[in-house]
């Protein structure tokens, strides 16, 4: 099992900026970010490999959200820039031990609680 401990979100306007952290129990494969709004599927936002680093961003946030980790301590963060009121959305951290999963093309094994991200235009 893995437990996953969310943190930030909250309510900015629009162009501002947020800081998501999550921090995972054990080592896992990969980890990453998922947003959902009322009525929509989750979408997968982004995501990293713990080992090799390799990220994955949807179109939606590239050049705006960064993701990034601390190895030793199992953590990840989403660094959301420019905001957009696009954004506001439930935002879930998740885990998986394959990177199909954390893209969102696969099954995803670990969930967080998820977070409330509001932007105001």
């Known amino acids: 099992q893995v437990q996953l401990m969310e943190s930030g979100g909250g309510s900015v306007q629009a162009g501002g900026s947020l800081r998501l952290s999550c921090a995972a129990s054990?080592?896992?494969?990969?980890m990453g970010w998922f947003r959902q709004t009322p009525g929509l599927e989750r979408e997968a936002v982004a995501a990293?490999?713990?080992?090799?680093?390799?990220?994955y961003y949807a179109d939606s946030v590239k050049g705006r959200f960064s993701i990034s980790q601390d190895r030793a301590k199992n953590m990840v963060f989403l660094q959301m820039d420019s905001l957009k009121p696009e954004d506001t959305a439930m935002y879930y951290c998740?885990?998986?031990?394959?990177?199909?999963?954390?893209?969102?093309?696969?099954?995803?094994?670990?969930w967080g609680q998820g977070t409330q991200v509001t932007v105001s235009s």
């Open positions: 998740a885990a998986s031990g394959n990177w199909a999963g954390c893209i969102g093309r696969g099954d995803n094994n670990y």
């Open positions: 054990r080592w896992v494969y990969c």
């Open positions: 990293v490999s713990h080992n090799s680093g390799l990220t």
